[in-house]
């Protein structure tokens, strides 16, 4: 995830941790050391626990009872929750974006977009989706519509990780480039409608991504 210009002690915290789940390093159910965070990042308790509330918010990490706080597992059920949402909220902040779009924002998005089809691993693709759906979508100057989908894009993000850590192939984004063509064209309609298809189709193929996990699936669901 990218740093921001300017971050609490406790977002920075939160930002790494949030790294390390959604890239794997913490799988699923392992437990969140108040004690060994602190130590690590030479922090008091109170930004450690307020880091793991941030976690809890974007659903990487739980509560239990009288027992801290560990990393959540993940189920088809949220999976495909999640990429309904995606395909709602994106599709609402691409249209209030694209009177704000200039042909420099669509040139960088471009860049991604190019980035991502000739990624080396499936971690070098991801970073760059997610840049290239952050360029087109932030110029929609609606920043609690942007934390929302940001959190749901961790959370695809991390399954996606999982499910093609060692199948992945590189691909080129159609998608990504009938979007960007029709906002050159003004066609804000038809590329909402792509970005909505687009983002919902991991909900869709739910059942065929948990059977690409494999053996670890016992590890990542619940």
């Known amino acids: 995830m990218t740093q921001p210009r300017s971050e609490t002690h406790s977002a920075r915290i939160a930002r790494i941790l949030a790294d390390r789940i959604i890239s794997g390093q913490l799988a699923p159910g392992a437990r969140l050391r108040q004690d060994h965070i602190a130590q690590e990042f030479g922090a008091s308790h109170v930004p450690v626990r307020e880091a793991f509330r941030l976690l809890e918010t974007q659903s990487l990490a739980e509560s239990l009872p009288r027992r801290g706080f560990r990393v959540t597992f993940f189920d088809m059920a949220e999976l495909r929750e999640v990429a309904e949402m995606r395909a709602s ?28 089809d000739s990624a080396q691993n499936v971690h070098e693709w991801e970073e760059a989706n997610r840049c290239f759906h952050r360029l087109i979508l932030e110029p ?19 399954f996606i990780l999982r499910a093609w850590r060692t199948n992945w192939e590189a691909r080129t984004d159609h998608d990504h480039r009938l979007i960007l063509d029709a906002l050159r064209k003004g066609q804000v309609d038809l590329a909402s409608t792509t970005l909505s298809r687009h983002v919902g189709w991991i ?20």
């Open 203 to 222: 909900g869709k193929r739910s059942r065929t991504l948990k059977n690409q996990i494999g053996s670890g699936t016992s590890e990542f669901f619940r």
């Open 140 to 158: 929609c100057q609606m920043p609690r519509l942007m934390r929302s989908i940001d959190d749901l894009q961790a959370a695809s993000a991390r």
């Open 89 to 116: 909220l994106e599709a609402l902040a691409l249209r209030h974006a694209a009177p704000n779009l200039t042909p420099g924002i669509l040139a960088k998005a471009h860049k991604a977009n190019l980035q991502g």
